[in-house]
């Protein structure tokens, strides 16, 4: 089976209609699965293409009210796709519900799923059914007039935008905005895996519609204007199987069964509009030393769910293997670096607070080829052939699941921050290098998704007034930009969106 292996172009579409207020709602945690696919070693350098694309390295709201309760905390349980490729989440659309795979993702903004009319997916793909669902409208003609096309590095999906029911366990928008695929290069999407939910902010969204995280929080029905995940690992695990338990999304707040301590928030930059999640990197420390890095607004990092690995520019990735004994450029795949696969390469980052330990396993991909004494590292150079300005407010550097699996992570829109924590002894522990993957105690087990009774560990607080800004600003070059990169070494698919 072909894996996900895209770059999106999203061209922009006129505002659309806002979605009516939502009942008030205490946070929901989603459990998230992981997906695995097996690739030649050479697909990575194919998922640095993309992502380099990714980020630029190439209406009246219904006055409608609703009775508002006290909030609740639950959460979904999520997927691990192809030992660490990617984390998709579970969300349902239409009347009645049909239910889809998505890719949960905060280095994008835009819903889409394939529907029924799809050329070019898979036999296996779940496809959106228009035809019968009652709740379906198009969108405003302005937006919906023509085929909006999203144009990756290898290949593209075409589509209409068009409005309908989402829903994902106790949270709905009426009239969600999202764009129907129907047509996709020939595999684009790999599995069960229908499309991706973007959960970065509005103003990076091509199609302008609000993104569904978004239209709750502007709406009330968050209990406080968070988004939390806990990433299981098997990267390590020579036994997972091709989807495995990927940990936990939690919608609206955190959930401290699975993190243990305080959670440390950083700002964001507050100098430009929010499209992305960044931080700027401050450090890096490479065993046991610390790194020479460029810092400050020259150091901007998105922090990304959809991405598996971490990018960097040029110099600081130089620095980061020349810290390594025994690193060196991998020749047939620009932009990676080798190291033996007998050494232990133990990175730790931070971006102006603690240095959070990334588990030595995340950061070895596997050997270069069967019999190799050299394996592949999950830092590369972002930078190679991309025309992105350093300080320009773009990211410099691209975070992805290989640090994000070491920590618990939660975005947070008012004020725009990013907060990170120790993860329990639950979910694994922070940074521990361990034989087994971090799923060895589950505290989801097997069980669906929660429903609105129950919740699992105590909901976090966060500050309420986070507002939609209705104000139209310029977005930056990278709006628009996603990509959903596949790589494989050593039987496990690598995926950035």
């Not at 699965?33 to 990714?54: C, L, Q, W």
């Not at 922070?430 to 699992?456: D, E």
Request: glycine share 10%; hydrophobic share 40%; with cysteine.
């Amino acid at each position: 089976m072909v894996p996900l292996s895209i770059l999106l172009l999203l061209f922009p579409a006129s505002v659309l209609s806002a979605p009516s207020p939502q009942p008030l709602l205490d946070a929901i945690h989603v459990p998230l699965t992981r997906r695995n696919v097996v690739h030649n070693i050479s697909h990575y350098a194919v998922a640095a293409e993309n992502i380099r694309g990714k980020y630029g390295f190439s209406s009246s709201r219904n006055a409608a009210t609703n009775s508002k309760r006290a909030g609740l905390a639950a959460t979904f349980s999520t997927v691990n796709q192809q030992a660490d490729s990617s984390y998709y989440g579970t969300l349902t659309i239409g009347t009645p519900p049909q239910s889809f795979n998505v890719i949960l993702d905060t280095g994008s903004s835009d819903l889409w799923v394939a529907d029924t009319a799809c050329r070019g997916c898979e036999s296996t793909t779940p496809l959106f059914n228009t035809a019968q669902s009652s709740s379906l409208k198009a969108a405003p003609a302005s937006s919906s007039s023509q085929l909006t096309q999203i144009q990756y590095g290898s290949g593209a999906v075409q589509g209409q935008i068009v409005q309908d029911t989402v829903s994902m366990g106790p949270f709905n928008i009426p009239e969600q905005n999202f764009l129907a695929v129907s047509r996709t290069t020939s595999g684009l999407l790999d599995g069960t895996v229908s499309g991706i939910m973007g959960l970065a902010f509005e103003a990076l969204a091509s199609t302008n519609a609000v993104p569904f995280w978004q239209a709750l929080a502007s709406n009330g029905a968050l209990s406080a204007p968070e988004m939390s995940f806990w990433l299981t690992r098997f990267i390590n695990d020579p036994n997972a199987q091709v989807v495995e338990p990927g940990g936990a999304f939690t919608l609206g707040g955190t959930n401290s069964t699975f993190f243990t301590g305080n959670i440390e928030f950083l700002n964001m930059p507050s100098t430009q509009t929010e499209t992305f999640w960044l931080l700027p990197m401050a450090s890096v420390n490479v065993n046991g030393n610390n790194v020479a890095i460029t810092t400050g607004s020259s150091a901007l990092a998105a922090i990304d769910t959809g991405t598996t690995l971490i990018g960097g520019p040029t110099t600081d990735v130089q620095a980061i293997w020349n810290a390594v004994p025994g690193s060196a450029p991998v020749s047939n795949m620009q932009g990676f670096f080798s190291f033996p696969c007998t050494s232990t390469v133990s990175v730790s980052i931070s971006f102006g607070g603690n240095s959070w330990p990334i588990n030595p396993a995340d950061m070895n991909l596997g050997q270069l080829q069967a019999g190799s004494s050299q394996c592949l590292g999950g830092i590369f150079d972002l930078s190679l052939g991309s025309n992105i300005e350093s300080g320009s407010g773009n990211p410099n550097w691209v975070v992805g699941d290989t640090f994000l699996k070491n920590v618990y992570s939660v975005f947070r829109a008012s004020p725009p921050s990013i907060g990170f924590a120790q993860l329990s002894a639950a979910a694994g522990g922070s940074g521990t290098s361990t034989t087994q993957p971090n799923t060895s105690a589950n505290p989801l087990g097997n069980n669906p998704p929660l429903t609105p009774s129950a919740s699992l560990g105590t909901p976090g607080s966060a500050p309420s007034g986070f507002g939609k800004n209705d104000a139209q600003r310029n977005k930056p070059i990278l709006k628009g930009l996603m990509v959903a990169m596949s790589v494989v070494v050593s039987g496990s698919m690598w995926l950035m969106l």
